[in-house]
């Protein structure tokens, strides 16, 4: 079974990420990090009954001193202050010290809120990622970003925090609603898009496959999208310049999102369809020919993520891409492709982004 570790290198913040089928159950990975240590797993009430005792019984074989788990309730709702609360409620009531360490396992919200809490208990404890959606596992589980949401804006609190490894389960998978799937598959996509070609000729190949939770394929890709990320990561770990790429799809993404209200849309579809528009105004500046706009749609139709944006109205469109963060100075950058697999910020022409908006329907 295909298996990988790959090391994300940020010098003496460098940690590997290990891949593969079954690994939850790989006492000897967790070893160099828990034995003689007690340990907090940080959980949801979702995942928690579905992996929290397989782990827990490989921290207990790796030699932890002890293990205890916080859980708690599921949902980018629950990314907040009171939540957050009840991992330093926890921590303190089980005695924890600067050398606990803290595991979450979980999707992007466990992720995200157990590594802020992570960085800022007793001033940072070292932390462990066990992602279990894809998105995590492609994603939020490479970078070092934590955080939790401000009833003003999404991930508004956090800090850069890097763990001491991820260990991506591929198995974890197999009970991950499909349309969690599909929204992992959009930020697959979209690593294809901006950076690889190569890579995203294989996605589209194999995407039935990926449907299907081919774990030889999934590890593969889990692979191919973490070195893509960590690699862009790596050049510009606190976003002053080309992170932003992998924003690609996100400025009408984020758009969508906050129009139709958080929830509505998941965060992989808006990024999908986010990456149709974007491929189309592309092509208008000459960017990607109509061949490339075309087979970045399918690909997005074929992960069963939606191509056609909600009408919204293009006014407020505009309106909500200028509120978007990454709005620098009053003009909004946009990441463009140069060609399928390539990538760099640039203004666009207002013009051709409301027909762009016009034309696809969000009118
Ligand atoms: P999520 O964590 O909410 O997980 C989605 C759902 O799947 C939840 O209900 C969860 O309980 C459930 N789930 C998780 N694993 C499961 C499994 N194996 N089987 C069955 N159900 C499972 O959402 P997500 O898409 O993983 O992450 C989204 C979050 O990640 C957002 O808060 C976003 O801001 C954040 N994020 C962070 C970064 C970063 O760089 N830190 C990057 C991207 C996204
Ligand atoms: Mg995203």
């Known amino acids: 079974m295909s298996r990988y570790t790959l090391e994300v290198d940020l010098g003496d913040r460098s940690y590997p990420i290990h891949i593969g089928a079954g690994l939850l159950g790989q006492a000897e990975l967790f070893l160099p990090h828990v034995a003689g240590m007690v340990v907090m797993i940080c959980t949801n009430t979702t995942v928690g009954p579905l992996y929290a005792a397989q782990l827990k019984g490989s921290l207990i ?4 001193k002890v293990v205890h788990t916080v859980i708690l309730p599921d949902g980018e709702e629950f990314k907040d202050w009171p939540t957050l609360q009840l991992v330093f409620d926890a921590l303190l009531q089980h005695h924890c010290d600067r050398k606990t360490v803290l595991v979450a396992l979980g999707g992007g919200v466990i992720g995200d809120m157990g590594g802020f809490a992570a960085s800022a208990f007793m001033r940072g404890i070292p932390f462990i990622q066990v992602p279990t ?24 609190i956090g800090a850069f925090y890097q763990p001491q490894m991820v260990v991506t389960d591929i198995s974890t998978l197999n009970t991950l609603p499909d349309r969690e799937l599909s ?14 070609s190569a890579y995203l000729d294989m996605v589209e190949a194999n995407m039935p496959s990926l449907l299907n939770r081919d774990p030889g394929l999934l590890a593969q890709v889990v692979k191919r999208s973490c070195e893509i990320k960590a690699d862009v990561v790596s050049k510009d770990e606190r976003e002053g310049g080309i992170r932003a790429i992998l924003n690609f799809g996100h400025t009408f993404g984020h758009a969508i999102e906050a129009g139709m209200g958080y929830g509505q849309w998941y965060h992989g579809e808006a990024v999908g369809c986010g990456m149709v528009i974007a491929a189309d105004l592309c092509r208008r500046m000459g960017r990607l020919t109509a ?8 690909v997005v139709i074929d992960a069963r993520l939606p191509a056609l944006p909600p009408r ?16 620098d100075s009053g003009s909004i950058k946009y990441v463009l492709l140069n060609g399928l697999g390539g990538a760099s910020t ?10 762009t908006l016009q034309e696809l329907g969000a009118g």
Do not use: W, Y
């Not at 596992?137 to 970003?145: A, E, L, P």
């Not at 061949?291 to 399918?298: D, F, N, P, V």
């Open 61 to 64: 074989q790796a030699g932890a």
């Open 312 to 327: 919204m109205g293009v006014d407020r469109f505009m309106e909500l891409m200028a509120h978007d963060k990454k709005a």
């Open 183 to 196: 929204c992992g598959l959009a930020e697959i996509i979209k690593h294809g898009a901006i950076a690889d």
């Open 291 to 298: 061949a490339e706009s075309a087979r970045l749609t399918k």
């Open 133 to 156: 959606t894809l998105l995590s596992q492609v994603d939020s589980s490479v970078g070092g970003k934590t955080g939790i949401n401000h009833p003003l804006g999404k991930n508004m």
């Open 346 to 355: 640039s203004p666009a022409d207002d013009t051709l982004v409301r027909q």
